[in-house]
């Protein structure tokens, strides 16, 4: 098998792209995996210095099968970074494994993610394979180590070239607006808003549209039961959209499972969902802001 390349975006973080390189190179497979690293461009005058040692950072990885570096001479934000930065990977190897620099991993995590692309390759039904599962509670009595949801999850995550293909990524505001109930009720109350604010301009999410067109399309993602990444670096107040309180919780997978026991079909785990689905309720959002509000 031939291992998925990994594209990791980075900004003006040197430490914390040191710390996802290490986490990255003590998975196994890292030696054999091409690694794909871009770096957008500083907004002013007062970030180049960080954002020419994150080139430097970035160009001194080693410990996989190939590094690339690609610096932008201008910021284009980190959606369409991500967009032009998947795009160039996916267009020459059909598939890839996304990660942002704040993202740290656990041992299995390549293994996951490659066994997840090459089992589902042919399944159109898969939109994508996330690295991270929020705390979905007790699962003593699931037999699987996997389960499929909605909301493809945008820390650490793998899709294909024909799924990235199909998305929209201008969706109008009159379909937005004629879904908006239907896709609050799919993914979380705060779904509609988000895809409006980014239509508005109030953000540059590419997130909130490719799973705009995993519910347009009826699809679903793989999880694993736990989580194998940890996200909470990203929430300390530096980050572009991380807040500096979150409101998401997960449990860590021990990072020592290789072979992965998958559902026998492919169809929506509705416990699961149902308590995924919270996180996003509108108490809880509330809470979130407030939190983000003491802590800021």
């Keep these: 098998m031939s291992f998925a390349p990994i594209a990791l975006f980075a900004f003006n973080r040197p430490d914390l792209l040191k710390r996802t390189l290490e986490t990255l190179k003590a998975c196994p497979e890292a030696g054999e995996t091409p690694l794909h690293i871009f770096v957008d461009g500083a907004r002013n005058e007062a970030e180049k210095a960080k954002v020419s040692e994150v080139v430097r950072v970035a160009g001194e990885a080693e410990g996989f099968a190939s590094v690339e570096v690609t610096a932008s001479p201008v910021n284009k934000g980190l959606g369409q970074s991500i967009i032009d930065g998947v795009s ?9 494994i996304v990660m942002e620099d704040d993202l740290s991993v656990m041992p299995n995590f390549l293994a996951f993610m490659n066994d997840g692309l090459e089992r589902y390759a042919s399944e159109a039904k898969v939109f994508s394979v996330c690295g991270y599962t929020l705390d979905i509670g007790r699962t003593e009595d699931y037999p699987f180590d996997t389960w499929f949801g909605r909301r493809s999850s945008s820390w650490g995550w793998a899709t294909w070239k024909d799924r990235w293909d199909s998305v929209d990524w201008d969706p109008s505001e ?15 109350s705060d779904c509609s808003k988000m895809l409006l604010d980014w239509r508005h301009g109030a953000n540059k999410s590419w997130a909130i549209r490719f799973c705009y067109a995993e519910f347009r399309q009826g699809k679903l993602s793989l999880f694993p039961v736990r989580s194998l990444v940890d996200p909470d670096a990203g929430f300390n107040g530096e980050g572009t959209n991380c807040k500096p309180y979150n409101r998401f919780r997960f449990v860590p997978d021990d990072g020592s499972r290789r072979v992965f026991r998958h559902p026998e079909s492919i169809k929506e785990e509705t416990t699961f969902v149902r308590r995924t689905l919270r996180y996003h309720s509108i108490p809880k959002r509330i809470w979130s802001r407030i939190m983000y509000k003491v802590k800021r």
């Design 174 to 188: 009159k379909a937005i607006l004629e879904t908006r109930r239907a896709f609050n009720r799919w993914g979380g």
């Design 88 to 96: 160039e990977v996916i267009n020459r190897f059909g598939r890839a």
